[in-house]
Protein backbone atom coordinates (compact mmCIF):
# COMPACT_ATOMS: atom_id res chain seq x y z
CA UNK A 1 0.00 0.00 0.00
CA UNK A 2 2.73 2.46 0.95
CA UNK A 3 4.62 1.30 -2.30
CA UNK A 4 1.44 2.08 -4.11
CA UNK A 5 0.93 5.89 -2.64
CA UNK A 6 4.36 6.85 -3.47
CA UNK A 7 4.47 5.49 -6.85
CA UNK A 8 1.60 7.22 -7.62
CA UNK A 9 2.95 10.73 -5.85
CA UNK A 10 5.93 10.17 -8.18
CA UNK A 11 3.70 10.27 -10.87
CA UNK A 12 1.80 12.44 -10.14
CA UNK A 13 4.91 15.38 -9.63
CA UNK A 14 6.91 14.08 -12.36
CA UNK A 15 3.98 13.51 -15.04
CA UNK A 16 2.26 16.94 -14.83
CA UNK A 17 3.27 19.87 -17.18
CA UNK A 18 5.58 23.01 -15.84
CA UNK A 19 3.52 25.56 -15.17
CA UNK A 20 6.45 27.90 -13.57
CA UNK A 21 6.75 31.54 -15.96
CA UNK A 22 9.85 32.91 -16.23
CA UNK A 23 10.47 36.45 -16.71
CA UNK A 24 13.48 35.86 -19.23
CA UNK A 25 10.63 33.55 -21.54
CA UNK A 26 8.57 36.92 -21.69
CA UNK A 27 7.87 38.97 -25.24
CA UNK A 28 9.70 42.14 -24.27
CA UNK A 29 10.75 42.81 -27.76
CA UNK A 30 7.72 44.11 -29.86
CA UNK A 31 7.89 45.22 -33.64
CA UNK A 32 5.71 46.73 -34.78
CA UNK A 33 4.68 48.55 -38.54
CA UNK A 34 7.36 47.11 -40.40
CA UNK A 35 7.21 48.19 -44.33
CA UNK A 36 9.38 48.68 -46.85
CA UNK A 37 9.19 51.06 -49.89
CA UNK A 38 7.97 49.80 -53.46
CA UNK A 39 10.68 50.06 -55.94
CA UNK A 40 10.88 49.56 -59.48
CA UNK A 41 11.35 45.87 -61.08
CA UNK A 42 14.93 46.56 -61.60
CA UNK A 43 15.96 47.73 -58.34
CA UNK A 44 18.46 44.62 -56.57
CA UNK A 45 18.76 46.42 -53.07
CA UNK A 46 15.86 47.36 -51.02
CA UNK A 47 15.31 48.50 -48.02
CA UNK A 48 12.60 47.70 -44.34
CA UNK A 49 11.52 49.95 -41.86
CA UNK A 50 9.61 49.41 -37.72
CA UNK A 51 9.70 50.65 -34.42
CA UNK A 52 11.42 48.20 -31.95
CA UNK A 53 9.95 48.67 -28.39
CA UNK A 54 11.82 47.16 -25.36
CA UNK A 55 9.39 46.91 -22.51
CA UNK A 56 12.14 44.50 -20.77
CA UNK A 57 15.86 44.58 -19.59
CA UNK A 58 18.59 45.50 -22.50
CA UNK A 59 18.81 43.65 -25.85
CA UNK A 60 21.09 43.75 -28.41
CA UNK A 61 20.06 43.07 -32.32
CA UNK A 62 22.28 40.87 -33.37
CA UNK A 63 21.28 40.52 -37.30
CA UNK A 64 18.82 39.79 -40.30
CA UNK A 65 17.82 37.59 -42.70
CA UNK A 66 15.15 36.89 -45.17
CA UNK A 67 14.67 34.47 -48.19
CA UNK A 68 13.53 38.11 -50.10
CA UNK A 69 17.19 38.95 -50.67
CA UNK A 70 20.88 37.64 -50.90
CA UNK A 71 22.14 39.22 -47.73
CA UNK A 72 20.40 41.16 -44.98
CA UNK A 73 21.77 44.09 -43.21
CA UNK A 74 21.61 46.45 -40.47
CA UNK A 75 22.06 49.62 -41.79
CA UNK A 76 22.12 53.40 -40.42
CA UNK A 77 22.75 56.87 -42.45
CA UNK A 78 24.98 59.59 -40.91
CA UNK A 79 26.39 62.71 -41.68
CA UNK A 80 30.52 62.93 -41.91
CA UNK A 81 32.14 65.97 -42.78
CA UNK A 82 28.90 67.43 -44.99
CA UNK A 83 28.04 64.40 -46.30
CA UNK A 84 25.41 61.49 -45.68
CA UNK A 85 26.74 57.79 -45.89
CA UNK A 86 25.31 54.76 -44.72
CA UNK A 87 27.10 52.44 -42.22
CA UNK A 88 26.85 48.73 -41.56
CA UNK A 89 25.83 48.24 -38.04
CA UNK A 90 27.26 44.41 -36.50
CA UNK A 91 25.09 45.05 -33.28
CA UNK A 92 22.23 47.29 -32.53
CA UNK A 93 21.45 48.23 -28.50
CA UNK A 94 17.79 48.00 -27.77
CA UNK A 95 17.64 50.01 -24.37
CA UNK A 96 15.86 48.87 -21.59
CA UNK A 97 11.96 50.78 -21.87
CA UNK A 98 12.58 52.20 -25.16
CA UNK A 99 11.33 52.28 -28.97
CA UNK A 100 14.34 52.47 -31.54
CA UNK A 101 12.59 53.54 -34.86
CA UNK A 102 13.57 52.10 -38.11
CA UNK A 103 13.02 55.02 -41.10
CA UNK A 104 14.13 56.53 -44.48
CA UNK A 105 17.03 58.28 -43.88
CA UNK A 106 18.08 56.66 -40.55
CA UNK A 107 17.91 53.39 -39.41
CA UNK A 108 16.70 50.81 -41.48
CA UNK A 109 17.09 47.13 -42.69
CA UNK A 110 18.69 46.58 -45.98
CA UNK A 111 17.69 44.07 -48.30
CA UNK A 112 20.84 43.22 -50.56
CA UNK A 113 20.33 41.42 -53.67
CA UNK A 114 16.50 41.32 -53.73
CA UNK A 115 15.49 38.05 -55.33
CA UNK A 116 12.08 39.21 -56.24
CA UNK A 117 10.29 42.93 -56.85
CA UNK A 118 9.12 44.62 -53.60
CA UNK A 119 5.87 45.47 -55.39
CA UNK A 120 3.10 47.76 -53.41
CA UNK A 121 1.15 44.97 -51.54
CA UNK A 122 3.44 42.49 -51.40
CA UNK A 123 4.35 40.55 -48.45
CA UNK A 124 7.50 39.14 -46.70
CA UNK A 125 8.66 37.97 -44.02
CA UNK A 126 11.70 39.29 -42.03
CA UNK A 127 14.32 37.45 -39.26
CA UNK A 128 15.23 39.65 -36.44
CA UNK A 129 17.95 37.89 -34.47
CA UNK A 130 17.89 39.06 -30.61
CA UNK A 131 21.12 38.20 -28.02
CA UNK A 132 18.30 37.46 -25.36
CA UNK A 133 14.69 37.59 -27.01
CA UNK A 134 15.91 34.70 -29.81
CA UNK A 135 14.99 35.01 -33.17
CA UNK A 136 11.70 37.27 -34.10
CA UNK A 137 9.92 36.24 -37.42
CA UNK A 138 8.03 39.03 -38.76
CA UNK A 139 6.07 39.67 -41.74
CA UNK A 140 6.67 42.77 -43.82
CA UNK A 141 4.51 44.57 -46.12
CA UNK A 142 5.45 46.80 -49.31
CA UNK A 143 3.88 49.89 -49.66
CA UNK A 144 4.24 52.88 -52.35
CA UNK A 145 5.59 55.22 -49.54
Known sequence: MRRA???SLFL???SSPAV???????????????????????AVN?????????????DTLLGASSAIANSVEVHNHIHE???????HL??????????????PGGLHIMLLGLNEPLTVGKKFTLNLEFE??????????VRKQ
Do not use: C, H
Open 5 to 7: FFL
Open 12 to 14: VVF
Open 20 to 42: SVSADNSPDIEIENAWARALPAV
Open 46 to 58: GAAYMQIRNTGAS
Open 81 to 87: NGVMKMV
Open 90 to 103: DTLEIASDSTVNFK
Open 132 to 141: KSGEQTITVE
